[in-house]
């Protein structure tokens, strides 16, 4: 079982840049590909970003490529996703997700553990 927390989500101004953290319970972390979903109110929860545990392969949502960077310090157990250039369209609970898998995972059904959330607001 792996427990999962976010942190790092607040209110910003439109351009502003926030890093969030996800820290992982499970001492395995490293074998995990993790991913970042956000969901805005009345919306599907929807991919952000994700990255395999073996090579560290990342990939990105259209809307976010070129603006925000995930990656892990497997150390520290530490999931990050540094967002950059911020819009106030990317409003939403960001959440932080980790499957055993090794892939290149796009779809919320495809990962196991959850974390709570983290509510980042970016004002126009």
């Known amino acids: 079982q792996v427990r999962l927390v976010e942190s790092g989500g607040r209110l910003v101004q439109a351009g502003d840049s926030l890093r969030l953290s996800c820290a992982a319970s499970?001492?395995?972390?490293?074998?995990?590909?993790m991913g970042w979903f956000r969901q805005a109110p009345g919306k599907e929860r929807q991919f952000v970003a994700t990255?395999?545990?073996?090579?560290?392969?990342?990939d990105y949502a259209d809307s976010v490529k070129g603006r925000f960077t995930i990656s892990r310090d497997n150390n520290k157990n530490t999931l990050y996703l540094q967002m950059n250039s911020l819009k106030p369209e990317d409003t939403a609970v960001y959440y932080c997700?980790?499957?055993?898998?090794?892939?290149?995972?796009?779809?919320?059904?495809?990962?196991?553990?959850w974390g709570q959330g983290t509510q980042v607001t970016v004002s126009s």
């Open positions: 997700a980790a499957t055993g898998k090794s892939d290149i995972l796009k779809v919320s059904t495809q990962y196991d553990y």
């Open positions: 499970e001492r395995s972390f490293s074998w995990y590909t």
């Open positions: 990255i395999t545990w073996i090579a560290g392969n990342t």
